[in-house]
């Protein structure tokens, strides 16, 4: 029988894209202040902080595998967190048109009883339009990304802003790159399309 595995957010998005795996796994908060350290990288802020929200979630199960992910997008080497606000998007969206933004993914899995713990950045690039004020305007109004690092959702109409996408795994780009994961997933001895396979037979 395979380990429990928890997913360490209650993102909506991360929570949509493991379910594509066909796995069974829980979501749990973790309680994490999220707030950058004085001349952190952004590299090292997203691999800390998914370090961290794993870490909080498995003290309490420690024979779980569990992932925690985090994510920021940087521009002109400044870091772009969740706007939270429409004037903030806006701005965002603003700093992003013609230009290339990276996107860096923090992602961890830690299994407390086994004394493991993995974790890695996955970039990943998008090219921006040239965007003129109507069209973030009209943009934001319909999609309302404001929990989004970068502001939008490239899983909807966010798609329409890009005009090239590059690296190895779009997931990466909603939050949760699960290339990566399998590799990590299998480095502790799970193997996915196993686990997928026992739970689809559970369920007939």
Do not use: W
Not at 68 to 89: E, F, M, T, Y
Not at 93 to 120: C, D, N, P, R, Y
Not at 121 to 132: G, M, Y
């Amino acid at each position: 029988m395979h380990r429990p595995l928890i997913l360490a957010s209650t993102s909506p998005y991360r929570r949509t894209l493991l379910e594509k795996l066909g796995l069974p796994f829980s979501c749990i908060a973790p309680r994490v202040d999220e707030q950058p350290l004085a001349g952190e990288s952004a590299n090292a802020l997203v691999e800390r902080l998914a370090l961290a929200k794993a870490a909080a979630v498995a003290t309490q199960y420690p024979d779980a595998l569990v992932i925690g992910s985090d994510q920021v997008a940087v521009i002109d080497g400044v870091i772009l967190g969740k706007p939270h606000s429409h004037d903030r998007a806006f701005a965002q969206l603003q700093a992003a048109s013609g230009k290339t933004v990276t996107f860096l993914t923090g992602l961890a899995l830690i299994h407390k009883a086994g004394e493991a713990a993995l974790s890695l950045v996955e970039p990943f690039e998008v090219k921006f339009r040239s965007l003129d004020e109507q069209t973030i305007e009209h943009y934001l109004r319909l999609e309302q990304p404001y929990e989004c690092a970068g502001s939008f959702k490239s899983e909807g109409l966010g798609i329409v802003l890009f005009e090239a996408l590059n690296g190895r795994d779009p997931n990466a780009l909603i939050g949760l790159p699960l290339i990566a994961l399998n590799d990590l997933l299998a480095r502790l001895g799970y193997d996915i399309l196993a686990a997928a396979r026992s739970a689809q037979s559970t369920r007939t």
